[in-house]
Each structure stands twice: as structure tokens, then as C-alpha cells.
């Protein structure tokens, strides 16, 4: 069985023959280690990283994507500046163009064409097409980059605007903004349909909604100004029998019901700062969750030991034997390689993967 094959067993709950595991290395933990001491961890991993080599963690910081580069200013699709003091780090936005609705008329006029567009900056579609197709047909997981950009609506909404802008025209239920609203959609569903294209396993619509005690707006707001939004980019896939996956750090556990009435199948949330029990009581047996383990507190500050148990614990309240649950970590420094070499252990361990 594949990998993207007991995914999909996993997320529809028929059985899958281990529990999915990824671990991303993100190119802060090259620049902080060293490609050779990456490379040697991750080759004593094959399980967690199938297909791996050397020059997968290329330290050259000319190839990191421009919003992840300190050495530049990059304006993205919508006008958007953006900034970041860490290699590899996505910046922020440090410019908003459209800061006062009163200008709405002259922004809508060049918003960005998504022919030629993909929201971060102006791309070639024949050969991002080309690329899903060459990994969907050597049986690569997931389809490689099928999936609107991190903060494809709500957060695109206020990089556009700033926050205060925002928060003000969703109070006031400002008819301006519903016209900026139809636009991002516009040109996010022009993107979705050119991904349902290639007739991709699944659909990511990756987009944080939740700080760490609570949601970024109101479950009211959001239901107001933003589901109605994912419902109709996410119907076109759920159509399509293509899975959907969403990803969001942070609380959201007061519109969880709401995503999966969007359709979302498989749910990337925080472990900690939702609650693992919560998560269940919430929406075991409705969604799947693809567990994101700490990176914030227990990976940099706890013991051996309370990793190993949380991770059990983890895998003890949320998977069944239908599934329903894979696990991920995103190892940033200060987590040390120690540390993920024990992480990557007990993921080969607990999942059961090496059992086949």
C-alpha cells in the first residue's frame, strides 16, 4: 500500500494500515544545523522521510521563496508588501494597499488576474499543471501544490486592508467590503477549478483563523463574511469526490462545526491549544485530524520522556482502527536534532508504519 493510499484510508475511515506521519524541515533548521547533520537524521528515517535525499536541504538562500527573504521587500498579487528579519520565515505584511475602503474603486480596477496569478506572484500554470500530473502519476501523495495560498480569504482580506480596517467594515457590515470579498473569491475559485483540473487525490485551503486562546473574529463574523465564502470555493471539490483539507493554527474549536459544514475532510489543527479531548468531542468521526504535535513548549522545553507519553497519548484519544487521524511536526528551531531524532523514533514506533 502507498502512502497516499493509506491517507486516503485514513481519511475516510476504512482502515488504513498505519497512522500517516510528516515531519516538515523547514529551512531554518538547515541554516541553524548544517545540511550534512540534517541529511544524516533524516537518512536514518526512511519511514518518516520516503524518497528523501542530500539536496532536498540545500542551504542556498537564493532559492527560498522572496516572502521568505530578509534581503528583500516582496509585493505579492494583490499589492500586498511583505517582509521578514529571518531567512525562511514568512515575513509580514508591512504595507496594506488598500488601508481606507474609500479607494476600493481604483483597487478593484487591477486587482490580479489569476490566468497568470496564484496570489503570491505571477506564475506558470502549464507548469505547475505539469508538475501535478508527473507527481500524481509516479503515485506521489497528495498532489503536489494543489491548494489555494496560506490565507486564501480572511487573512487575505486583511493583508489587503490591515486588521483595524477590517475589523471596523465587518462591524459596520460596510458594503464596500462585500464588493472586496467577492473579488478574493473570484479569483480563488478560478484557482480552485484549475486544480479540480488535474484531478488531484485532494485540495488544500490552508488558512490560520485562530490565535491561541481564541478565534481571529467572531463564529458570528465568520459566519457572516467568511463561511459562505469557503462553502463555494470548497463545493466544486467536494463535488468532484476530490478530499478537502484545511489547515489552521490556533483555537477554532467554536467554528469547527462550521468548517466541516464547509465540507472540509481533514482538519490540520494545533494539538495544545485546542486540547486533543476537545478536538474529539468536537469532531471525532466527522473529520479527520492531521495532528500538529507542539513546536511551541513541550518539543523545546520538555523531556524525553513527556514527549514520548503526549505522543501516545495523542494517538490514544484521537485514533481508532477505522482512522481518523494522522500526526505532523514542523521542526523549527531552537528544537534541537536530538530532539527530532527522538520525534521521528516514536512516530516510526507509535504509528506502526515499520510494521510495514
Known sequence: MTNSENWIRMVKRAHPAWIPIIIGIPPQLVFEYGQDAVWELVSRHPFVFPGATRDDFSV??????PWERSDIVHVDSWGVHWQTTEDGMTGVAVHHPLESLDGIDDYLSSVPDPAIHNGWYACDWDAVEGRIARHLSDGGFFGAGASLRHGHTLLTLEYICGFTTLA??????????RRLIDAVERFNLSIVERYLACKPERIGYPEDLGSQ????????MFRTFVKPSYQRLMRPAAEQGVLIHMHSDGWILSILDDLVECGVNILNVQDRVNGIRELRDAGAGRVAFDLDIDRQDLSVFGSHSQIREWIAECIGVLAEPEGGLMLRFEARPPVTLETLDLIAEEFERQSGIRDH
Open 60 to 65: 542556498d538562500r537564493s532559492k527560498l521563496e
Open 168 to 177: 471596523v467594515a465587518m462591524a459596520e457590515d460596510d458594503p464596500r467590503l
Open 213 to 220: 486562546t481564541n478565534t481571529l473574529i467572531s463564529p458570528s
